[in-house]
């Protein structure tokens, strides 16, 4: 497939990516280009902002949660040659798993789907100093990937000096500046804290920022980069259709996943694997229904915010009597980070406030005032439940609440220490714990879960 993409990366985190990112992806759309980004690593902010602030669809990929081949094959998903992919780095180029290996990194995503790459260096309080810097990424660079540069935080005075000494030097295309603008700040925010008068004024940042970025980088110069890329040939290992969900339209078990201001970290591809395993998926809302979907067969809960709707979950009280009374039942349930928290007696807040939840988890959930844990974990189980005997799934912890008893059914791993330790509480039904999950990581997890879903609704069915 002959798509046009372009990476927007960096040499480490709070250089202007995210800033640049978005002022392209508005800019791109502003000229009726069919755009559509992806992240890179487990972020769902970033893809919550582009869908719901530019209007665009966004989701993630990552090499250490997927490799190589299902990471191109997850990337072509879904895709036409009409489509212009922007792909937002994370972190520095090259800085991947635990900082020190490639997987995960920006430049693997960026080698794995050829893409060419756009550094945006931070140049504030820098000199021709930017001109040795530049020149160790190029050096480091082995594939040849980065085919621009966008200098952010710099004078157009300047940005005129440096910008033919750059090219001259280093016969790299220098693409354009940005000054800096205290006044406006495009950045990952908390998606649950956005009102409506909010989103309207950061659209209009936006829309300035994009309009500055028109002005003052060569946008038709990145489009050519971005033509420049080669067609991408999958391999389709690891993602072709599943027989398992042959024949079951009319008839699928539904999965309901709860989805409000609350609770709202879901990867695409998780929910969509779920719909590819043979389930329909509808949404609903633990801070405003009054009770589950009817006929739902399974329940998922996400991560989210449950911290700061701890009054309205604390005060609806159908819903978390219908919670309860699914999960007695034996309703099969996977709850994630927020969603677990929910499904606890009580969350205490930041003031040392109880709030009583769910009631499913016997435990409490406190504020602890700094990261408790962080970062990618595989996941095997003790004994077997949702994954086949041996197999890990991989995901990713960042929480700053804890629990009173996280779980002792799993052991999580860190890749790159080996440290282990226990968590999550499963059963033949449930699944509830702090971890993020990513499906593709290990298909049977959600292909089980639509089967235990099936087995659910066929027993409520009249004989």
């Not at 980004?37 to 665009?56: L, N, Q, R, T």
């Not at 050096?139 to 005075?157: C, F, P, T, W």
């Not at 929910?342 to 969350?347: F, G, T, W």
Request: net charge negative.
């Amino acid at each position: 497939m002959k798509l046009n993409r372009i990476m927007i990366a960096a040499p480490k985190s709070g250089s202007g990516k995210t800033t640049i990112t978005c002022a392209l992806l508005k800019a791109l759309k502003n000229r009726g280009e069919q755009v559509v980004s992806y992240k890179c690593g487990p972020d769902y902010i970033d893809p919550m902002f582009h869908e719901k602030v530019i209007g665009i669809p966004s989701k993630n990929l990552d090499t250490f949660f997927t490799g190589a081949d299902v990471t191109r094959e997850l990337f072509l998903k879904n895709r036409t040659e009409k489509d212009f992919v922007v792909m937002e780095g994370v972190m520095g180029l090259f800085d991947g798993l635990g900082g020190i290996r490639e997987e995960g990194s920006s430049y693997h995503l960026a080698k794995v789907t050829e893409t060419p790459i756009v550094l945006v260096i931070d140049a504030k309080g820098m000199g021709r100093s930017v001109i040795p810097m530049l020149a160790g990424f190029l050096a480091y660079d082995k594939e040849h990937l980065i085919r621009g540069v966008i200098l952010n935080k710099m004078s157009k005075s300047y940005y005129e000096i440096i910008k033919p000494m750059i090219e001259d030097e280093l016969s790299i295309r220098v693409l354009g500046f940005l000054p800096d603008q205290k006044d406006i700040r495009i950045e990952s925010r908390h998606l649950g804290l956005v009102i409506p008068n909010e989103l309207a004024d950061i659209q209009k940042q936006l829309q300035v920022i994009s309009e500055e970025l028109e002005t003052t980088v060569d946008v038709d110069a990145i489009k050519h980069i971005a033509e420049q890329a080669s067609a991408l040939m999958g391999t389709h290992k690891g993602m072709s259709g599943d027989s398992y969900a042959e024949g079951k339209k009319g008839g699928r078990p539904v999965i309901a996943v709860a989805k409000d201001e609350a609770f709202c970290f879901y990867y695409e591809d998780n929910l969509l694997m779920l719909q590819e395993k043979g389930a329909e998926i509808i949404y609903f809302s633990p801070v405003h229904d009054t009770k589950l979907p009817d006929n739902c067969d399974a329940l998922l809960i996400g991560g989210g915010y449950p911290e700061l709707y701890v009054n309205e979950l604390g005060q609806n009280a159908s819903m978390k009597n219908a919670m309860k009374k699914a999960f007695d039942k034996g309703m099969p349930i996977v709850a994630e980070c927020g969603g677990f928290m929910y499904l606890h007696d009580a969350i205490i807040d930041k003031n040392g406030v109880s709030h009583a939840m769910v009631g499913v988890v016997p435990a409490t959930c406190e504020y602890k005032g700094k990261l408790v844990r962080f970062g990618y974990i595989e996941i095997k189980e003790k004994q077997r439940y949702f994954l086949l005997e041996g197999e890990l799934i991989k995901g990713h912890e960042f929480h700053y609440y804890d629990s009173t008893d996280n779980g002792e059914n799993c052991i999580a791993t860190k890749p790159t220490t080996g440290r282990e330790y226990s968590c999550v509480m499963a059963g033949e039904s449930y699944w509830l714990g702090f971890p993020h999950l990513y499906y593709p990581s290990n298909p049977f997890f959600a292909e089980n879960f639509v089967k235990k879903a099936e087995e659910y609704k066929k027993g409520k069915e009249p004989v």
